[in-house]
DNA sequence: TTGTAGGCGTTATCAT
DNA sequence: ATGATAACGCCTACAA
């Protein structure tokens, strides 16, 4: 009555399901059988076991339901940053086909993350399979047994993995900028100075092969703004330039703001291609050219391997914990 | 030790820390000494005991553990859809935080779901604390003492909550737009047929107050089409606007999208303002003139909120679960 | 219809 | 340094 010592009501700890028994005087099994909804139990006798549970907030806990139904149920997801357009188009992807089968989604970002092989670590302890971008050298080894996926996935990894091929549409995307008329293209690619990415080489090469040497301008950093900054050094450095490829859709994004500001007309006077196909791509005037990942094809594929792997219905590693998806080219305004 | 056999080495259940105790020839509290680092442990014993941990890929059941070290640990984060660009902004907050605190975080969407109470009832019982845009209607009180946070909470909700305050900086941007010459605004609104949103009423009224009446269109899906739509039938409805007002920056890309199509310029004829302050405003052309949330304040109070509560620090409801966080006016370009 | 007994995998406490 | 015992919260099998 007295608001002051209404504190009785808060045990220092969850009610269990003893508390309940006992506040309803009955057994903890037909507590069970009430709070599961199961047969054989007297309608007045689960009445008052529910009204008890209520009163005393109980809540099953998700501990001692798991030790006795071992069902795997969660999905560790690790990207770097979701603020990056790419990742949650995955992360989406990848949670509706994981809620198809009843499993939940632990989303983890690398960016928030002090060091990278603890928060491997400590989300691995929470979950059933991991998925992810996972490098190698990010202490993959200390997982012990936990089904593990990789996406973009080199043909030697040591765990199971997704081949993303885009070699393919980077051809028909090549033949189709040639089509248009290009013939000074430059690569704006993403990578330390030093080789450039694969998806960069093989721009390079594909082009190389029809004979055409595109000059390359590397940036450092995975957004727009070094799109931006990117291509600005690409209009002082390369005059003539009549197409960039971008190393992503978002770098494309930041090309395409930079021509604008500079007044140049896209894709009349310059070319834009893209890369990953995000939605992104059509928020944007003119909306992008791109090579578009099969994003449900990559999450269900990466969500059917790792639900294999717990179910032991698939091996970790070797070629048939591999799966490949590819890239079509999707042409729209900017090229 | 012989290659043979080693299907035996592949039980069918996950093996335990008794199969690794019995391996190893030691109880299993010295199993989970040498697992866990803990002292008092014989060096070569825990070496014995890590090798046939390791060759019986033994992992500790979370189940198991959580059982007996019950901290809370993992938090629920419902959204509608990660492919809308304000949740992932809002998630990577959450998440961020949450990580700072030795929190993992469920992401669910309800787009993948059929059933709304389902969704809810399904994440709740995996995780010690719910956050979300929860409607009351969708089976809110059916999860017992969990504590629970909403997003855009109405004051007199029954969850705790973070209440959008938009007012104050919504004035400033009615006042902007008057200073800079406007004179018919049109407010396009996201609500079915019938009353204004909080936040389109918020802008009528301001508008009014100023002497100025907007007309109103409204559409009824969250998505930059909707936005494109409901702009081109603001273009033939009214044909002076002089500035449009969307319910949110994905809407307002839609709009810029309609008017880049119609070859009106903005801002010279046209002025638009969105609303949430996402990086997309950034990634387009004008960029947008917008009332930005303070994303990372917003998942501050909210985990800061989940938290406390789950320690047993903050009551579930009332005046003390609640936070109010506010919106500021961003001009940019489009305005 | 209801209750009793046992065990799931782990860690803490207290011996030895 | 190591082991025995008990306990965590829940469910299943069986008994009453």
Known sequence: MTARSKSAATPAHRA?????????GVSRQTVTRAM???PGINPATKDRVLTAAKRLRYRPSRFGRGLVKPEPHTLGLVVDDLTNPYYPELASAVIGEAAKQGWNVIVAEKIHAGDREELLSEVAGQVDALLGYLNDSEGLDQLGDLPCVQFDSEPGATVGGIEQDFEPA???LVDHLLDRGVRHPVLLDISPPGPLSRRGQCFVDLMRARGIEPPVTQVIENSMAAGAAGSQA???????????MAFNDVAACGTLKTLRRA???VPGQIKVAGFDGLSLGTY????????????QGVAAAAVGLA???AAGEIPRSGPRARRRV?????VRESS
């Open 36 to 38: 599961n909804g199961m």
């Open 234 to 244: 690409i209009l002082q450095d390369h005059p003539g330039t009549d197409a960039i």
């Open 170 to 172: 980077m051809a028909d």
């Open 326 to 330: 590819s890239y079509r080219l999707v």
């Open 307 to 309: 639900l294999g792997m």
């Open 16 to 24: 269990t399901i003893n508390d309940v028994a006992a506040a309803a």
């Open 284 to 295: 944007v005037s003119p909306q992008l050219t791109t090579l578009a990942l099969d994003v």
């Open 263 to 265: 007044g140049i007309d």
